[in-house]
């Protein structure tokens, strides 16, 4: 009756250990995702003319993007190579100038993203902004982004439907963050 209750509980004890070194092996795996995960980010502008017409699309010149993102890699003691994942994390406007300017003027803003050797893809958007708005946080999309961000530059197009007549050129800061996951 002693060796059974025995090998009870020490069918117990295994079952117990089991659950614990599966919870802990998910643990570790969640730490060392984290040493692999870091942000990276890029600032550009666009200019919203006064000229632009009401209710339509209207698409705005972007400049190239020139990313310094093997040097990031590099700070996160990664490289190109090595990386297995990017995706948007946020992408925020701010209005530079004229001072005081909101986003009431925009309905819709859409920004797409591509390189001269990849295919262009929608990266963000916003519909239905607030007229009240001094920044805004756009949408981002799931696309996975390794092939643009990885490139030396890569283009942004963006296209914004404005609700009233502008009086004068309004500029946006665009602030991107990237996450990236790499591999060991």
Request: hydrophobic residues 40%; glycine residues 2%.
């Amino acid at each position: 009756m002693k060796i059974r209750d025995w090998k009870m509980n020490l069918d117990k004890a295994l079952v117990i250990l089991t659950i614990l070194a599966i919870l802990g092996s998910s643990s570790s795996c969640k730490k060392v995702d984290q040493l692999l995960t870091f942000t990276i980010s890029d600032e550009s502008s666009i200019t919203v003319n006064s000229s632009s017409p009401i209710n339509l699309p209207v698409e705005i010149a972007t400049p190239n993007v020139t990313t310094n993102s093997s040097e990031q890699f590099q700070n996160n003691n990664s490289n190109t190579n090595l990386v297995k994942d990017i995706r948007l994390q946020s992408l925020e406007l701010s209005i530079s100038s004229p001072t005081g300017e909101t986003f009431s003027f925009l309905q819709s803003i859409t920004i797409y993203i591509s390189t001269d050797s990849s295919n262009e893809i929608e990266l963000a958007s916003l519909d239905s902004i607030p007229s009240t708005a001094t920044s805004l946080a756009l949408v981002p999309t799931q696309a996975k982004l390794d092939t643009y961000v990885k490139a030396s530059t890569y283009n942004l197009r963006t296209e914004v439907v404005t609700r009233q007549v502008l009086t004068q050129n309004v500029n946006i800061n665009i602030a991107d963050k990237f996450k990236v996951t790499a591999n060991l």
